[in-house]
């Protein structure tokens, strides 16, 4: 069954500092893959997606991830983090082409940014 | 603002009782996901509508139902509701059923089971 591991629960930064978040997957076949973050009281939006091409996705924020297929790997970075990034972020496979396209989320890794 | 629009944002009520949860989509988008978030469980996906017909369940209980109408809203029906089923509801739409497509998550309903 697919499932998505986020190691981290929390992680603090300071202000400027460089971020990854880590993400590992399991997924029989080629996955589409997600970060998402929601702030505090909101609702999830997608920061980034991967589904072909390019191993390196740009997305917004300033947020990029690189998709790693001998490792299941997606993780999250950012140079340098400002401190409106606090938040919790989550990433998630597509649990299937076609017809089913429901997303399977990790625990999710909450950010903390020091100033 | 993510164009999907949940109603209503809050809602306590007393176990046992039902409650109904409603979900605009995005303009054109045909396909309503629902997802419960709690801390115990994380972010589960419940079911899928594709224009207006069930495509896809995950982890949701014989208690819960959902429908898609014609007009493509959609809606998740909770009955005799119990204290663990006090969590953060979500909707969200996609454009199509692709794997790739991006789904648009609204604010979520915040389900509170006295």
């Known amino acids: 069954a697919q499932s998505v591991t986020q190691p981290d629960i929390h992680i603090t930064v300071s202000e400027g500092a460089s971020l990854e978040l880590r993400c590992n997957y399991s997924?029989?076949?080629?996955?589409?893959l997600f970060w998402y973050v929601q702030s505090p009281g909101q609702g999830l939006q997608l920061l980034l997606k991967?589904?072909?091409?390019?191993?390196l996705v740009q997305g917004i924020k300033g947020f990029e991830a690189e998709f790693k297929r001998s490792q299941s790997s997606f993780n999250l970075r950012k140079p340098s983090v400002h401190w409106s990034d606090a938040a919790e972020y989550f990433c998630?496979?597509?649990?299937?082409?076609?017809?089913?396209?429901?997303?399977?989320f990790g625990k999710g890794t909450k950010l903390s940014v020091k100033p | 603002d993510s164009g999907v629009t949940q109603t209503p944002k809050h809602l306590i009520t007393a176990t046992g009782q039902r409650v109904t949860l409603r979900c605009s989509p995005r303009?054109?988008?045909?396909?309503v996901y629902w997802y419960q978030q709690s801390l115990d469980q994380g972010l589960q996906f419940l079911i899928q509508?594709?224009?207006?017909?069930?495509?896809a369940k995950g982890n949701i209980l014989e208690r819960f139902s959902a429908q898609q109408f014609p007009d493509l809203h959609s809606e998740l029906n909770l009955s005799s509701l119990e204290l663990g089923d006090s969590a953060l509801y979500f909707c969200?739409?996609?454009?199509?059923?692709?794997?790739?497509?991006?789904?648009?998550f609204g604010p979520g309903t915040r389900l509170t089971v006295l």
């Open positions: 997924y029989g076949a080629t996955p589409y």
């Open positions: 303009s054109g988008d045909l396909s």
């Open positions: 991967y589904f072909s091409g390019d191993t």
């Open positions: 969200a739409s996609s454009v199509n059923l692709a794997g790739e497509d991006t789904q648009y």
């Open positions: 509508y594709y224009n207006g017909e069930e495509r």
């Open positions: 998630a496979v597509g649990a299937g082409g076609g017809s089913q396209g429901n997303l399977i």
